[in-house]
């Protein structure tokens, strides 16, 4: 559940995944201003979709982060906390009980040490639904408020009145007042695998409707989490609302002593088959206040431990564009360092220039980062742009392609090196030791300017590039040289030839430069795409400068 005015925010903050150089917005008072109000105008609409749609735009641990963001931001401004939102309805029936809330615990740190300070502590899943609480008199439920803003609620008596779920009437005739989750049913689910899987929305969606049909109110259960006014010892609450016929509050509730159970609870709810969706453990002190007591804010006595992050919030602080061998252009995001999953990720590829141009993102903008595979950071969407946006230029496709870039040129210093990169690479020459690194000393020295300069190098050329010495410069000098010898197929590789070369092999560069089109098309599995890019690659006039180049080296397979 979203409490967006937590007074416990100052413990968030620390759980999330925050930039270190970009937490206040940079620039005059004026710009600042000006992304605080995009950041509420942004939070108030989620909202708005969430509490009166059962919509989520984005997932809980974006909105968190974005709402701790705003309480950082607000801060840096001098400005008070935020208020609640007003998209968050308060609801005509006011709660017999206040709903509480909980405050979010940063990291295991938090946790051990808010253990420490009690005793007679339980553990529960944080069960991913919407609060509500029932009334119950004399056995008989005749209310039912949704959460509202923990001190009022809508009324959802007659909703709740056709759910399976949530008894109509008690085992024992007796007024009693329960805090719960409605949630949505699930099949062995797991947490870590697909996260809350629209579980949480369904339900508010279903809550906010005038009428349920009989599959959606049987596919909605409930999990008692507390009895406010139940009796005083834990294990005897539990009890009574097992005997009251909830038994499932009584099934999850565990006692805990050591952080390592609290951990274990947690990690399996996040990785064993569960009926429901969580995002995290609630830890409760036994011992607490009577119901008349509580007021809707985060209590002492009962806090959330959240799972690991799925999403970062994070911001972009500029874009490049890298140019690949074959011309591809490839927009990274640079981005003010952000931790998910135990990964700190400062960028992040868009893998295409049509996928940069689809999300226009530019540097102050406001992205959400997931891991693929626990390991490559990928583009989830853009959470909002900056109010303020410069203009940013790409590079021109139609500057860059499988022939361009053959030699060093204003603008080609990416593709120029990935080139090099290439050949000295395993799938072309195999040159021992020689990477980005070595070519990019190599360029910077002025050694290097054409993709075949480094063949008549020689040793004092080598040795004035930065970091290459006289032992580094003898070493480089022996794979030049074995690069002579390498054999005909691997030296088309390192030019860059097109696929389906191979399959017109043996040949000599002459005779392959001589075929047409239509003889390439003729090979087997090369098509008339492939036949044309063959076709130009032989008869380019910069490649053929190239072949002439290893014809004068006495390369084989380029001599007449």
Same mark, same amino acid.
């Given at each position: ?259 390592? /159970? ?15 969706? =969580?995002?995290?453990?609630?830890l409760r002190q036994a011992s607490r ?21 799925? /999403? ?17 252009? =490839? ?68 500057g860059y392609h499988a022939l361009s ?156």
């Amino acid at each position: 559940m979203r409490f967006p005015w937590l007074c416990g925010l100052v413990l968030l903050v620390g759980a999330l995944p925050l930039p270190a150089l970009a937490d206040c917005p940079g620039g005059s008072s004026e710009r600042a201003s000006a992304e605080l109000s995009v950041l509420e105008r942004h939070l108030a609409a989620w909202d708005e979709a969430y509490y009166r749609r059962g919509e989520s735009l984005v997932s809980d641990d974006v909105y968190d982060q974005a709402r701790a963001r705003l309480a950082l931001w607000r801060r840096c401004q001098g400005l008070s906390p935020a208020e609640p939102s007003a998209a968050y309805p308060p609801g005509d029936l006011a709660h017999p009980v206040p709903q509480t809330g909980l405050a979010k615990l940063a990291d295991r740190p938090a946790v051990a040490r808010w253990l420490s300070r009690r005793h007679d502590v339980w553990v529960q899943p944080k069960v991913d639904g919407v609060a509500v609480t029932l009334v119950y008199e004399r056995g008989d439920l005749v209310r039912a408020i949704s959460r509202g803003d923990g001190v009022s609620g809508q009324d959802w008596t007659r909703r709740v009145r056709r759910l399976p779920a949530v008894p109509q009437r008690l085992s024992e005739p007796r007024d009693a007042v329960l805090q719960g989750e409605l949630y949505w049913r699930l099949s062995d689910h797991r947490q870590a695998e697909v996260g809350d899987a629209g579980a949480r929305p369904r339900v508010s969606g279903l809550m906010a409707r005038e009428a349920l049909d009989d599959t959606e109110a049987e596919g909605i259960g409930l999990f008692v989490w507390d009895w406010p006014d139940g009796p005083g010892r834990m294990a005897e609450r539990l009890a009574g609302l097992a005997r009251l016929g909830f038994v499932d509050t009584r099934e999850r509730s565990l006692p805990v002593a050591e952080m390592a /159970e609290v951990e274990r609870y947690r990690e399996a709810l996040f990785h064993e088959p569960q009926p429901f969706a =969580t995002d995290g453990v609630v830890l409760r002190q036994a011992s607490r206040p009577p119901g008349e007591a509580w007021r809707a804010e985060p209590p002492a006595w009962a806090v959330a431990w959240k799972h690991p992050a799925r /999403e970062a919030l994070a911001e972009v602080r500029g874009v490049t564009f890298g140019v690949g061998r074959t011309g591809q252009i =490839t927009p990274v995001l640079q981005l003010y360092p952000v931790t998910l999953e135990g990964r700190t990720i400062r960028r992040v590829s868009l893998g295409s220039l049509a996928r940069w141009r689809e999300h226009d993102i530019r540097p102050g903008d406001h992205v959400v980062i997931a891991l693929a595979g626990l390991t490559i950071p990928q583009l989830q969407g853009v959470a909002w742009q900056a109010e303020q946006r410069e203009p940013l230029v790409a590079p021109d496709p139609a500057g860059y392609h499988a022939l361009s870039c053959l030699r060093l040129a204003p603008g080609c210093e990416g593709q120029f090196l990935e080139r090099l990169a290439w050949l000295s690479g395993p799938e072309a020459l195999g040159l021992s030791g020689v990477g980005r690194g070595t070519w990019r000393a190599l360029i910077r020295a002025g050694a290097v300017s054409d993709l075949l300069d480094w063949m008549r190098l020689e040793a004092s050329e080598l040795q004035a590039a930065h970091g290459i010495g006289p032992v580094r410069a003898a070493e480089l000098l022996a794979a030049f040289t074995a690069a002579r010898a390498r054999p005909f197929p691997r030296w088309l590789q390192a030019l860059g030839s097109p696929p389906g070369v191979e399959t017109a092999l043996p040949a000599n560069w002459a005779e392959l430069a001589a075929r047409s089109v239509d003889e390439w098309a003729r090979e087997p599995g090369v098509g008339p795409e492939w036949a044309r890019g063959l076709s130009a690659f032989f008869t380019d006039r910069e490649v053929n400068r190239l072949a002439a180049r290893l014809a004068d080296a006495g390369v084989e397979g380029f001599m007449p």
